[in-house]
């Protein structure tokens, strides 16, 4: 009996020493770390912190990323760029030999005389404007340049009024001109086919512009007959005075923004004249009357300005601000 007993009260201890194995090992492991490692009373801090980081060094360290967004007057920019680059592709490989063999085959003279005509047929729309702007003299004496021209000018075909004893020069005026002279802004810059450089203001004012004399007048420039042919021949003859503008524009680092600059420039000059002043920003025109018709012996070379207005001051210019 005592040998099953003992044998018995073995295997009891054995089995005790089995279940607290895991323990006695984690307390051997946590008494080892101790010896080893020091307390957290013991460790030292360190006496002297790291030098600081100069403002200026850890500023460049700091790295904004993002789109800067569209120029302020140009919400629309990327697709009025997107439009541009269109219409430069279809004017170089379509409009622009048209426009030179128009240079070349027809003389001077016609092609001046053709772009006083239709001209010419925009005068009463700027009296018009004038009257909107409480200018009774300048109305009249629009009105007068007309009526010279209609005349002694062979349905305008010859300038007569600008010179003397007359000394009635052209203005350029509308709808779009008379918002402006009173204190509309231009709205955003777009640039559509066919239109070219255009605001929400002067599209507006522009449109109503055109519609004026079909619907004032009637026959025939109302008719399809007389309206297609006309636009036709009055669009040709101003692109092939632009071509010497429009191949300047093309050499810059960036044709969109000296094209759009060349606009709003001019745009500014005009409603500044109505005003009586005279833009201190230098401009070369690239609508309507005041840009030169080429074949001018002696006439000054084209100086694009500078868009961002670096240069502006010190860059000739080849035409002057419209006077009031």
Do not use: C
């Not at 790295?63 to 569209?70: C, E, I, P, Q, R």
């Amino acid at each position: 009996m005592l040998v099953p007993a003992v044998a018995a009260g073995m295997m009891m201890m054995g089995a005790q020493a089995q279940g607290a194995a895991p323990q006695m090992a984690v307390a051997a492991e946590v008494a080892a770390m101790q010896d080893v490692a020091p307390s957290a009373s013991q460790v030292q801090q360190p006496t002297a912190t790291p030098p600081a980081v100069p403002q200026d060094d850890a500023a460049q360290d700091i790295v904004v990323t993002g789109d800067k967004g569209a120029p302020k007057g140009d919400p629309l920019e990327q697709l009025n760029a997107k439009s541009f680059e269109a219409v430069q592709s279809v004017d170089k490989a379509v409009l622009e030999p048209v426009a030179k063999a128009y240079n070349k085959g027809l003389p001077r003279p016609v092609r001046k005389g053709l772009r006083n005509f239709f001209s010419n047929l925009q005068d009463p729309v700027v009296a018009a404007a004038y009257l909107l702007q409480f200018k009774p003299g300048k109305a009249f004496e629009t009105a007068g340049r007309f009526g010279i021209n209609s005349t002694l000018g062979f349905v305008g075909l010859f300038d007569v009024a600008k010179r003397k004893p007359f000394n009635l020069p052209h203005r350029n005026n509308g709808l779009a001109n008379t918002l402006g002279y009173y204190g509309i802004g231009p709205g955003p810059y777009m640039y559509l086919p066919i239109v070219g450089p255009t605001t929400l203001r002067d599209i507006v004012g522009d449109t109503v512009d055109k519609m004026i004399l079909p619907f004032a007048v009637g026959k025939p420039f109302n008719k399809p007959a007389y309206v297609i042919p006309a636009t036709i021949l009055n669009q040709l003859g101003e692109r092939a005075a632009f071509d010497e503008t429009i191949t300047a524009i093309r050499k810059e680092d960036d044709p969109y923004t000296v094209y759009k600059t060349m606009y709003l420039r001019q745009r500014k000059a005009e409603i500044e004249a109505l005003h009586g002043r005279v833009s201190d920003e230098k401009f070369v025109p690239i609508y309507g009357e005041d840009i030169r018709t080429p074949g001018k012996k002696d006439a000054p070379k084209l100086v694009v300005p500078d868009p961002y207005g670096d240069d502006v001051e010190d860059a000739p210019a080849a035409d002057t601000p419209p006077q009031p």
